[in-house]
């Protein structure tokens, strides 16, 4: 058994009273390796914000589970070193099954997603119900999920999404005890978030997705009121970026995400989280194309990630700025 604590790490409680205190979104980066998390810090430290790292059930196989807890000690460190001690938070992101949770708790997560959407109500109740009683044993915090978001992303996958139900969330909050709820207002996974018959074109010919519905969003803040939301599927697809990947010998058809005014005034509503994974794989391979396309001798892995990594923190940096708002607020 290993504690976050031990690695320097901090649940989520705090920093998500904070986030609604102040009205800003507390940004969730996913990463799968060394570029990712340096990118990501970085930003955070560059930005003075707080962080949530994320690693899927995916990155968790691909990056291996005890290397990946050193990189979130080396984190800790590395934030230091550049000069802040920033609150840093290693998350399960989407996590299927109790024993999954329970592994990253014993791993050193300092917080797990339990995703039980996809099962009838009851059964989310009851798995959500069981990942809490134990995390909560080690102080880990728990996120859980009513609703279904549509798309592929990782391991996640479903064809149609389904809005939460507002009259749902309180129950499920008093049944399960989770400390923050991810709710389907219309984001969604993945780069192509929309087909384009969902969406409307510009006069840029940029297509232009159907609005969040903050009436739903609304409507759970008034049943739980100052309990942290979490927006999954939430990265906007910058158009430029797609546009690099696809000049550089790339085929993101019809690629489009969530608007970014939409994502900003999301975060100042009680939604405390916005995952953003899409548009960090997204600025990673459009530099790394760039460099194999306009220096076609270059072979080394640093001449290619490094460029990749710096894109990524300005992306970062922009999203911490312009849309969460987290800057200043570690």
Same mark, same amino acid.
């Given at each position: 058994?290993?504690?976050?604590?031990?690695?320097?790490?901090?649940?989520?409680?705090?920093?998500?009273?904070?986030?609604?205190?102040?009205?800003?979104?507390?940004?969730?980066?996913?990463?799968?390796?060394?570029?990712?998390?340096?990118? +990501?810090?970085?930003?955070?430290?560059?930005?003075?914000?707080?962080?949530?790292?994320?690693?899927?059930?995916?990155?968790?196989?691909?990056?291996?589970?005890?290397?990946?807890?050193?990189?979130?000690?080396?984190?800790?460190?590395?934030?230091?070193? /550049?000069?802040?001690?920033?609150?840093?938070?290693?998350?399960?992101?989407?996590?299927?099954?109790? %024993?999954?949770?329970?592994?990253?708790?014993?791993?050193?997560?300092?917080?797990?997603?339990?995703?039980?959407?996809?099962?009838?109500?009851?059964?989310?109740?009851? /798995?959500?119900?069981?990942?809490? %009683?134990?995390?909560?044993?080690?102080?880990?915090?728990?996120?859980?999920?009513?609703?279904?978001?549509?798309? $592929?992303?990782?391991?996640?996958?479903?064809?149609?999404?389904?809005?939460?139900?507002?009259?749902?969330?309180?129950?499920?909050?008093?049944?399960?005890?989770?400390?923050? /709820?991810?709710?389907?207002?219309?984001?969604?996974?993945?780069?192509?978030?929309?087909?384009?018959?969902?969406?409307?074109?510009?006069?840029?010919?940029?297509? +232009?997705?159907?609005? /969040?519905?903050?009436?739903?969003?609304?409507?759970?803040?008034?049943?739980?009121?100052?309990?942290?939301?979490?927006?999954?599927?939430?990265?906007?697809?910058?158009?430029?970026?797609?546009?690099?990947?696809?000049?550089?010998?790339?085929?993101?058809?019809?690629?489009?995400? +969530?608007?970014?005014?939409?994502?900003?005034?999301?975060?100042?509503?009680? $939604?405390?989280?916005?995952?953003?994974?899409?548009?960090?794989?997204?600025?990673? =391979?459009?530099? $790394?194309?760039?460099?194999?396309?306009?220096?076609?001798?270059?072979?080394?892995?640093?001449?290619?990630?490094?460029?990749?990594?710096? =894109?990524?923190?300005?992306?970062?940096?922009?999203?911490?700025?312009?849309?969460?708002?987290?800057?200043?607020?570690?």
């Amino acid at each position: 058994m290993i504690s976050y604590k031990d690695l320097g790490l901090v649940n989520s409680r705090e920093i998500f009273k904070k986030a609604i205190e102040n009205k800003f979104a507390v940004p969730a980066f996913n990463f799968n390796n060394m570029e990712q998390m340096q990118a +990501i810090i970085q930003a955070c430290v560059e930005t003075k914000s707080p962080v949530i790292l994320q690693v899927s059930s995916g990155a968790r196989k691909y990056a291996n589970q005890t290397l990946l807890r050193y990189m979130a000690q080396g984190a800790v460190e590395y934030a230091k070193e /550049l000069g802040a001690n920033i609150p840093i938070v290693l998350h399960l992101d989407h996590g299927d099954t109790f %024993e999954l949770c329970k592994s990253c708790v014993e791993y050193g997560f300092s917080s797990v997603m339990i995703d039980g959407s996809h099962h009838p109500y009851a059964e989310n109740v009851a /798995l959500t119900a069981k990942v809490v %009683e134990y995390a909560h044993k080690y102080d880990v915090t728990v996120e859980g999920e009513l609703g279904v978001l549509a798309g $592929v992303e990782d391991e996640v996958s479903a064809e149609h999404h389904t809005y939460t139900q507002p009259e749902e969330v309180e129950d499920f909050v008093k049944k399960t005890g989770v400390d923050s /709820l991810a709710i389907s207002i219309g984001t969604s996974h993945g780069a192509n978030k929309f087909k384009p018959e969902q969406c409307q074109r510009n006069e840029q010919g940029i297509l +232009i997705p159907p609005p /969040l519905r903050f009436d739903i969003l609304e409507a759970i803040e008034k049943r739980i009121p100052g309990f942290p939301i979490v927006l999954h599927g939430a990265s906007s697809v910058p158009q430029d970026l797609v546009a690099l990947v696809n000049k550089y010998g790339g085929a993101l058809k019809d690629a489009v995400g +969530i608007p970014e005014e939409q994502l900003r005034k999301a975060a100042t509503s009680a $939604v405390c989280k916005i995952n953003i994974d899409s548009d960090g794989r997204i600025a990673m =391979t459009a530099a $790394v194309r760039e460099v194999f396309a306009t220096k076609p001798a270059e072979f080394d892995p640093r001449k290619y990630l490094g460029p990749a990594r710096d =894109t990524l923190k300005e992306l970062y940096k922009h999203k911490i700025v312009n849309v969460l708002g987290s800057n200043n607020r570690a």
